[in-house]
């Protein structure tokens, strides 16, 4: 099983920052992350996948980068909207497994 | 609007059963694979089961551990998860997800907003 360790656990950021959140991978996974964007209430939305893609409809201040084992997101000149949990996602083997998550909030 | 609505929550004695549902909204539900996601109180997500769009390829968590059945009616837009002998640490947030294609090996792309198992006594 893969297991990904995801950090910060939190992170206070004002508007403008730059917020930087990395997802490590026990075993080489190639490409095969997708990050995701979850708020209370709401359904969790899909911000990039295979490792660097923005998903369509998804701002670009959000990036990502990184593949085999090391894996980073991105949010560029952060807006308060962004303030939310956020977690990666490994599809590259049985089981799938998650990082623990981040929770972003605004300072 | 592409939207999964998930039912079936409730409160649950262990050992029970419950069965959860997936309606799939907006999109052509026979074309793609689907997930089942759980999320503990305080806890990190967890990846439960995942089905192909034609149920031919399934795949469990370790710790299902036969307890659970992942299925899917196409006529009906629907998804469900039956989970059997339930225990308290089945207690979670259950997700349905959509995969990004037909067969088991992608991501979810779309989710539901979960639908709520207690399981205790």
């Known amino acids: 099983e893969t297991t990904l360790t995801q950090s910060p656990v939190l992170v206070s950021a004002t508007p403008g920052d730059k917020v930087t959140i990395s997802c490590k991978a026990s075993?080489?996974?190639?490409?095969?992350v997708n990050w995701y964007q979850q708020k209370p209430g709401e359904a969790t939305t899909f911000i990039i996948h295979?490792?660097?893609t923005l998903v369509p409809g998804i701002p670009p201040r959000f990036s990502g980068s990184g593949s085999g084992t090391d894996f980073t997101l991105t949010i560029d000149n952060m807006e308060s909207e962004d303030a939310a949990y956020y977690f990666c996602?490994?599809?590259?083997?049985?089981?799938?497994?998650f990082g623990g998550g981040t929770k972003v909030e605004i300072k | 609007q592409v939207q999964l609505l998930e039912s079936g929550g409730g409160v649950v004695l262990p050992g029970k059963s419950l069965k959860l549902s997936c309606a799939a909204i907006g999109f052509t539900f026979r074309s793609y694979g689907m997930h089942w996601v759980r999320q503990a109180p305080g806890k990190g997500l967890e990846w439960v089961a995942v089905?192909?769009?034609?149920?031919?390829?399934?795949r469990y968590a370790d710790f299902v551990k036969g307890r659970f059945t992942v299925s899917r009616d196409n006529s009906k837009n629907m998804l469900y998860l039956q989970m059997n002998s339930l225990g308290t640490e089945d207690t979670a947030v259950y997700y349905c997800?959509?995969?990004?294609?037909?067969?088991?090996?992608?991501?979810?792309?779309?989710w539901g907003r979960g639908t709520t198992v207690t399981v205790s006594s």
């Open positions: 089905t192909s769009n034609d149920e031919t390829k399934k």
């Open positions: 295979e490792a660097t």
């Open positions: 997800a959509k995969a990004r294609y037909s067969n088991i090996n992608f991501g979810m792309d779309v």
């Open positions: 996602l490994q599809h590259d083997n049985f089981p799938f497994t």
């Open positions: 075993q080489d996974i190639d490409d095969d």
